[in-house]
């Protein structure tokens, strides 16, 4: 009997070389598994199935896990206001485990010896596969094509053309990745460091050209409600507020940062949703949360962030990061007013219960209430008094 190997599969240039090629080079009966983060619709994952088959897949299964993937790490990157290097929504960076997780069950379900994944050897997604299925199953063998063999996107395409795999080759120029929580478009251009994406190489185009004001309601910092509607999930309603922003081209930009390998690496991205969810968050926090509690959580957050880049979300770390950041959402509720625009966004502004600008103690820039002027008088005298004494000490030093 030839042995199984399960491989994660998305239906690109890359899973689509692995299914051949390890089929037809090495032997193996190959098993198909599409772990869907929310970017897939059913017609799409129809299609990847009927794709798989096509090229050699012995068995092929559509994984769901969008409810998981919101649930154990979208929300915290939401109470965190997660941005890497303050651009990226880490979308691919996030679902990536969690495909690997759904993966690697897979293939101890169907008693696989192997499983493989179609990451090259230059970019972060090879160490998050192949970490995830050592900590979870390190008696399954792993096997990676593309960054064994080294392959360009042309050598595998002329591979797939060698072996009668009729595809649409011109659309593959890119490496696409759809989710929940964003869709990555690398290739060409951002191979690059002066060049930027055309308009066409970015999967949903602008087609909304009128301004449209959304209302976000949130409780305990998540996502409730748009226009006063409710959903039946946290993945759902991310859904629907990217099919209202998308149209407006939304969230696009190129992502420029430091690989977990050590490289410098360029990704473009298009993530209407995440950006103005986040941005929209961050806004009612600033009325809701305190001095204190947005530093603290601000640098909690990066660490998140930077730990689910760099693959270490089975860290135990991150399951008490999420407690804190859990915990810091009990008062930010609320709404938040936002103007869609093409290509832009604008945040109007909030209405909270919980808004600490709504006090007795004074208006900014205009009039106190609580204190006068000796009381200020006296708190900056006191406030001084350590600066005084550094100054005073080292004067002829200065």
Same mark, same amino acid.
């Given at each position: 009997?030839? *042995?199984? %190997? %399960?491989?994660?599969?998305?239906?690109?240039?890359? #899973?689509?070389?692995?299914?051949?090629?390890?089929?037809?080079?090495?032997?193996?009966?190959?098993?198909?598994?599409?772990?869907?983060?929310?970017?897939?619709?059913?017609?799409?994952?129809?299609?990847?199935?009927? $794709?798989? !088959?096509?090229?050699?897949?012995?068995?092929?299964?559509?994984?769901?896990?969008?409810? *998981? !993937?919101?649930?154990?790490?979208?929300?915290?990157?939401?109470?965190?206001?997660?941005?890497?290097?303050?651009? !990226?929504?880490?979308?691919?960076?996030?679902?990536?485990?969690?495909?690997?997780?759904?993966?690697?069950?897979?293939?101890?379900?169907?008693?696989?010896?192997?499983?493989?994944?179609?990451?090259?050897?230059?970019?972060?997604?090879?160490? $998050?596969?192949?970490? #995830?299925?050592?900590?979870?199953? &390190?008696?399954?063998?792993?096997?990676?094509?593309?960054?064994?063999?080294?392959?360009?996107?042309?050598?595998?395409?002329?591979?797939?053309?060698?072996?009668? %795999?009729?595809?649409?080759?011109?659309?593959?120029?890119?490496?696409?990745?759809?989710? @929940?929580?964003?869709?990555?478009?690398?290739?060409?251009?951002? +191979?690059?460091?002066?060049?930027?994406?055309?308009?066409?190489?970015? &999967?949903?185009? +602008?087609?909304?050209?009128?301004?449209?004001?959304? *209302?976000?309601?949130?409780?305990?910092?998540?996502?409730?409600?748009?226009?006063?509607?409710?959903?039946?999930?946290?993945?759902?309603?991310?859904?629907?507020?990217?099919?209202?922003?998308?149209?407006?081209?939304?969230?696009?930009?190129?992502?420029?940062?430091?690989?977990?390998?050590?490289?410098?690496?360029?990704?473009?991205?298009?993530?209407?949703?995440?950006?103005?969810?986040?941005?929209?968050?961050?806004?009612?926090?600033?009325?809701?949360?305190?001095?204190?509690?947005?530093?603290?959580?601000?640098?909690?957050?990066?660490?998140?962030?930077?730990? @689910?880049?760099?693959?270490?979300?089975?860290?135990?770390?991150?399951?008490?990061?999420?407690?804190?950041?859990?915990?810091?959402?009990?008062?930010?509720?609320?709404?938040?007013?936002?103007?869609?625009?093409?290509?832009?966004?604008?945040?109007?502004?909030?209405?909270?219960?919980?808004? @600490?600008?709504?006090?007795?103690?004074?208006?900014?820039?205009?009039?106190?209430?609580?204190?006068?002027?000796?009381?200020?008088?006296?708190?900056?005298?006191? @406030?001084?008094?350590?600066?005084?004494?550094?100054?005073?000490?080292?004067?002829?030093?200065?």
């Amino acid at each position: 009997m030839k *042995e199984k %190997v %399960v491989l994660a599969f998305s239906g690109g240039l890359d #899973t689509s070389f692995c299914v051949k090629y390890l089929s037809e080079e090495k032997g193996f009966d190959v098993y198909t598994a599409v772990a869907n983060t929310g970017g897939f619709s059913e017609e799409e994952l129809d299609a990847i199935e009927e $794709r798989a !088959y096509k090229l050699g897949s012995k068995g092929h299964v559509s994984l769901d896990i969008t409810d *998981e !993937y919101y649930n154990k790490c979208i929300r915290y990157m939401v109470y965190g206001n997660v941005l890497r290097n303050n651009t !990226y929504p880490i979308s691919v960076s996030s679902e990536r485990v969690f495909q690997a997780i759904a993966t690697i069950e897979h293939a101890k379900k169907i008693d696989a010896q192997y499983v493989a994944h179609g990451s090259t050897g230059a970019g972060n997604d090879q160490v $998050r596969f192949d970490l #995830t299925f050592q900590v979870l199953a &390190p008696e399954i063998k792993i096997l990676t094509p593309i960054r064994d063999l080294q392959l360009s996107r042309q050598e595998e395409i002329d591979y797939l053309k060698k072996h009668g %795999v009729q595809e649409n080759y011109e659309k593959m120029q890119y490496s696409i990745n759809q989710g @929940l929580w964003g869709t990555s478009i690398g290739g060409k251009e951002t +191979l690059t460091s002066n060049k930027s994406l055309p308009e066409e190489a970015y &999967p949903k185009q +602008l087609k909304a050209f009128d301004n449209k004001v959304v *209302e976000l309601e949130f409780e305990k910092g998540e996502l409730k409600a748009i226009d006063g509607k409710t959903f039946s999930s946290g993945a759902k309603i991310i859904q629907v507020l990217e099919e209202i922003a998308a149209p407006y081209a939304i969230g696009r930009d190129i992502h420029v940062g430091d690989t977990i390998i050590g490289i410098k690496g360029r990704v473009g991205f298009e993530a209407a949703a995440p950006l103005i969810t986040i941005k929209a968050h961050h806004l009612l926090e600033k009325h809701t949360l305190t001095k204190w509690q947005m530093y603290w959580k601000e640098q909690l957050s990066n660490w998140y962030g930077m730990f @689910l880049h760099e693959s270490m979300y089975l860290d135990p770390v991150m399951r008490n990061i999420e407690v804190f950041l859990e915990n810091s959402q009990d008062n930010v509720t609320g709404k938040v007013f936002v103007k869609l625009k093409p290509y832009q966004f604008e945040l109007q502004g909030i209405n909270s219960d919980h808004d @600490l600008m709504n006090s007795d103690f004074g208006d900014y820039g205009e009039m106190s209430k609580a204190f006068t002027g000796e009381d200020v008088k006296g708190f900056t005298s006191i @406030l001084a008094t350590s600066l005084k004494i550094f100054h005073s000490v080292n004067k002829k030093k200065q």
